[in-house]
């Protein structure tokens, strides 16, 4: 039972949102439109596409596996930036991705490169057998937590108590929080800036 008078953590005019109890990692109750709320069959488009009756799966729960998986492709992609622009390239690279001059270019010239089509091609293959995961939840066969590929290879919460497991989780979908907010940044000054490298005199 939901607390009419409850407020939201972040925007203390506003009461609570339903769903934003607190249990999630990073939940600081910030959801002014109230989309964390909104029933899980409103939309049945972006539900996983299967053969099979499913129960559906909590917009709740859809929200936070993306906000995950943007947040860790956004610390990705600003760190594969900022090498990039150091001047940073892979051993053994092809001669035009060596000579790349900058993040900010390299997509275009990637694409005349005929290179961003095989990067499509990978990520495709990848969305598509991790949706089946997805799948799985609609059908009520997981109880898979939003976000978890059960990829830990350095043991950092295998075997930790709740309250640490916890504090990573946080750490994480912080971290990514602010990695969307600083590609955003970095790819703007970059674009609007006198130079395209966001470290001109590292880069250049």
Same mark, same amino acid.
Not at 28 to 56: C, H, M, R, V
Not at 100 to 116: C, F, K, R, T
């Given at each position: 039972?939901?607390?009419?008078?409850? +407020?939201? +953590?972040?925007?203390? *005019?506003?009461?609570?949102?339903?769903? #934003?109890?607190?249990?999630?990692?990073?939940?600081?109750? *910030?959801d002014p439109f109230y989309l964390s709320a909104i029933p899980k069959n409103? %939309?049945? *488009?972006i539900q996983p596409p299967s053969w099979e009756e499913t129960e559906?799966?909590?917009?709740?729960?859809?929200?936070?596996?993306?906000? &995950?998986?943007?947040?860790?492709?956004?610390? &990705?992609?600003?760190?594969?930036?900022?090498a990039t622009d150091?001047? #940073? +390239? *892979?051993?053994?690279?092809?001669?035009?991705?060596?000579?790349?001059?900058n993040a900010y270019n390299a997509h275009d010239i990637l694409v005349e490169q005929g290179s961003m089509t095989v990067l499509l091609l990978a990520?495709? &293959?990848?969305?598509?057998c991790t949706g089946s995961v #997805?799948?799985?939840v609609s059908k009520g066969e997981s109880d898979r937590e939003a976000g978890d590929f059960t990829f830990d290879p350095l043991k950092f919460i295998e075997g930790k108590p709740a309250d640490e497991v916890m504090t990573m989780k946080t750490?994480?979908?912080?971290?990514?929080?602010? %990695?969307? &907010?600083?590609?955003? %940044?970095?790819a703007t000054q970059s674009a609007l800036g006198d130079s395209y490298h966001?470290?001109?005199y590292i880069g250049s």
């Amino acid at each position: 039972m939901v607390d009419k008078n409850e +407020r939201s +953590r972040s925007v203390p *005019f506003l009461p609570r949102a339903a769903p #934003l109890d607190g249990t999630l990692a990073g939940d600081q109750g *910030f959801d002014p439109f109230y989309l964390s709320a909104i029933p899980k069959n409103f %939309a049945g *488009f972006i539900q996983p596409p299967s053969w099979e009756e499913t129960e559906g799966i909590s917009t709740l729960y859809w929200m936070r596996e993306s906000e &995950l998986k943007h947040g860790r492709i956004a610390m &990705l992609a600003w760190a594969g930036w900022v090498a990039t622009d150091m001047g #940073l +390239r *892979f051993p053994g690279a092809i001669y035009s991705v060596q000579n790349i001059p900058n993040a900010y270019n390299a997509h275009d010239i990637l694409v005349e490169q005929g290179s961003m089509t095989v990067l499509l091609l990978a990520v495709g &293959l990848i969305e598509f057998c991790t949706g089946s995961v #997805l799948v799985e939840v609609s059908k009520g066969e997981s109880d898979r937590e939003a976000g978890d590929f059960t990829f830990d290879p350095l043991k950092f919460i295998e075997g930790k108590p709740a309250d640490e497991v916890m504090t990573m989780k946080t750490k994480e979908i912080n971290n990514g929080r602010l %990695a969307m &907010l600083a590609f955003g %940044a970095i790819a703007t000054q970059s674009a609007l800036g006198d130079s395209y490298h966001a470290f001109p005199y590292i880069g250049s």
